[in-house]
Structure formats: structure tokens, C-alpha cells
């Protein structure tokens, strides 16, 4: 899941796709690529200590069964910076895939951090990827960004399977209108990208990760999404 801009929401669309998966009883998994920033465990509530066997790590179960590396588990003190440099990010991205004993795991989100610089390259270099998808909000500021994203995974020839446009709108309580966020600008209706789905910028799906409870809430907007990646790439088991 990436996006060349931080703050579209890659997270909270890696961790909607995650439970969505997982409801459709795939053994789902998330890698969480944002070392500097991780947030993937907070929205799950995600606690407790990560075990190792021999030289490998188990990655973390959440309540539905979902599989998960973060750096946020390791460190004792989850508000702790990572100041790390580049090379070592990287490093770590890679252990996550090759140090951690993973299993039968028919689907695995990574959570990428912002930017085309060593995780992405690392990731795509280093991990079977079967395609990417974009994050993006309705701005004209994100539409330069965003290309350099998709033309770095058509250098490194990785597939992208679509655009998810994140914050598109806010639903008015009262009256139930869209209000637009961004104005009404589509300039993500001029790329090449299919987009796969809007979604609006909701509260309860905020309150839900601040609880730690995004697995127990009932969020659909990504259901979509989920059908088609789980259509494209394997049939139910």
C-alpha cells in the first residue's frame, strides 16, 4: 500500500483491507513498512511481547487472527523514536520478510512509509509483490506525487492494481450530504489507474483505531476492494 505523500491514510486503508480479508477467512497478514512511523498495532490494539524461536520472530496475532510485524512491538516504550538512518530501515524492512516466521499466509498488506526512497526500493526488490495499490486524496497538490509513485513501480516493474481515493468527502450528520473536503477537483480521474474506490473521511473509523477496536467495528468501505484483490489473486479455500 503505497502513496509518494504521507498523511492520505495508507495505514488505515492497509489495516480496512486486513480485517476485510480476514472476514472473508483468508489467513491474512500485515507487514509494516513505516518504521519511522508505525501505526498499524495502535489501530488493532495490538499488545504484548513478540517471541522468537531460535533466530526467527513470531509475528503478533490480533483478536480475528490477523499476523503482524511492526517495529512498535519490539521497542518497550511504544512513543520511542526509531533514529535510524536509511540503510538500517531497509535492513529491518528486509528481516521482517526473511526473519519472521510468517506460516500459510494466503494474503500480506505492507504498509509502506511515504516517499520513493530505500523501503520501497528494498521492498520491491526483496518481496514476491504481486502489484501495489495507491493512496491518494482529491488534491492537486498529491497528483505530482502520486505519478512519481506509479512511475517508480513501472521502473521496478511491479503491477498497479489500482487508486484508492482517500478523504474524498464528509457526510453531514444532520442531512447525510457530501461535503467535499478538497474542492471538487478530479485531477485522479486523469491517470491511467483505475480508481478502485472513494471513501469518505468518517470519525467512527478514527474513534475506532484510537480504541484499538478497528476489527470489532462495522466498516465496509473498502469491501469492495477487498472482493476484487481476493477474486484476482486466489479463490477461497
Known sequence: IV???GGVGKSIVTSMLSVLTRRRDYETAILDADITGPSIPKAFGAKGEVLTTGDALLPLETKTGIKMMSVNLLLED????VVWRGPVIAGT???FWTDVIWDDVDYMY???PPGTGDVPLTVFQSLPIN??????????????IVDKAMNMAQMMQVPVLGMVENMRFLRCPDCGKEIPLFGSDD???SHAVPVLERIPLDPTVAAACDAGKLEQAEIDYLAKTAVMLTETFGKKQ
Open 187 to 189: 485531477h485522479v480521474d
Open 131 to 144: 502489484g501495489i495499490l495507491i493512496v491518494s486524496t482529491p488534491q492537486s497538490l498529491v497528483s505530482m
Open 110 to 112: 505492507v504498509d509502506m
Open 78 to 81: 511504544e512513543t520511542r523514536p
Open 93 to 95: 524492512v528486509k528481516q
Open 3 to 5: 502513496s509518494g505523500k
